[in-house]
């Protein structure tokens, strides 16, 4: 069993830059999460784990989103794509069901190329090769509906596995690896803190607690960790960092803001925190 893992949640730019602030204030009061034994992510928080995982400290990587020093992932997720993802999201009171209501969904975008997904996602990786640190990236099989963690171990090269976890439906069409068709953890749940069900110690940071419509929430999840014996904490955004974030999760314009707000929490957080990470 892995001592202590560092679970990172999905929502786009401002997750982004809100989880990179909480760790930010976490490091200044003497907690720093970069140590994990473990570090997964969903979507948005593949590409910090995977920073992470690669040296990054949470100071540098909160600087360059306060200061605007590197250019974001840059897409429009138009409103027709919002309805199609919500129509498949809502068509359903089982969680499974809704999954597989988002994979059918995923395998109609034959308009897009899966190269496109290697375009947009390749720039944000620090590096196109595994760390050593473990890294799981969560990704759900849009033919099956089942999820995975992909890993070192996974016999696929990282491009692939981190494309996978960001494929959101219906934007980009799902990324084939082997047998299966993978798309975007977070149609399953924003932050699959359940899957790190291995680890002694877990800290998640999930920017949205849960997804619309049947989705586990991460409180949810959180809770069955430690019913199960694992000593978990959940870090959510609290109302002032929610109007920080607006309505778009993709407005990059709202970085430095919800940076700021996540440094914020991580500050207030950390004694908190503490008594999971260090006990």
């Known amino acids: 069993m892995a001592d202590k893992?560092?679970?990172?949640?999905?929502?786009?730019?401002?997750?982004?830059?809100?989880?990179?602030?909480?760790?930010?204030?976490?490091?200044?009061?003497?907690?720093?999460?970069?140590?994990?034994?473990?570090?997964?992510?969903?979507?948005?928080?593949?590409?910090?784990?995977?920073?992470?995982?690669?040296?990054?400290?949470?100071?540098?990587?909160?600087?360059?989103?306060?200061?605007?020093?590197?250019?974001?992932?840059?897409?429009?997720?138009?409103?027709?794509?919002?309805?199609?993802?919500l129509w498949a999201a809502l068509g359903s009171r089982d969680p499974r069901t809704v999954v597989k209501r988002i994979g059918r969904l995923a395998l109609t975008v034959r308009d897009v190329p899966e190269t496109e997904v290697f375009e947009a996602i390749g720039p944000q990786l620090p590096t196109h090769t595994w760390p050593q640190k473990p890294v799981r990236l969560f990704a759900v099989d849009a033919l099956t509906g089942e999820p995975t963690a992909f890993t070192a171990d996974s016999d696929v090269d990282l491009l692939h596995a981190m494309s996978a976890t960001c494929a959101l439906p219906p934007l980009f069409p799902p990324v084939t690896i082997g047998k299966g068709r993978w798309m975007d953890g977070g149609v399953r749940s924003t932050t699959n803190a359940d899957l790190v069900d291995d680890c002694a110690r877990v800290v998640v940071l999930a920017p949205i607690p849960k997804a619309a419509g049947a989705s586990p929430s991460a409180v949810t999840q959180v809770h069955t960790l430690t019913a199960n014996g694992t000593r978990a904490t959940l870090l959510t955004p609290d109302r002032q960092a929610r109007r920080a974030f607006g309505r778009n999760p993709l407005d990059a314009g709202r970085i430095p803001v919800a940076a700021r707000e996540g440094l914020r929490q991580g500050t207030a957080q950390a004694d908190h925190t503490r008594t999971v990470w260090h006990a």
Do not use: C, H
Not at 10 to 19: F, M
Not at 54 to 72: F, H, T
């Open 5 to 85: 893992a560092l679970v990172l949640g999905g929502g786009g730019l401002t997750a982004y830059a809100w989880q990179i602030g909480v760790l930010a204030g976490l490091a200044d009061a003497g907690v720093d999460l970069g140590d994990a034994d473990v570090l997964a992510g969903t979507s948005a928080g593949s590409l910090l784990a995977l920073e992470l995982a690669n040296g990054s400290a949470p100071a540098d990587l909160y600087a360059e989103q306060v200061e605007r020093k590197r250019a974001m992932l840059d897409v429009d997720f138009t409103l027709a794509m919002t309805v199609k993802y």
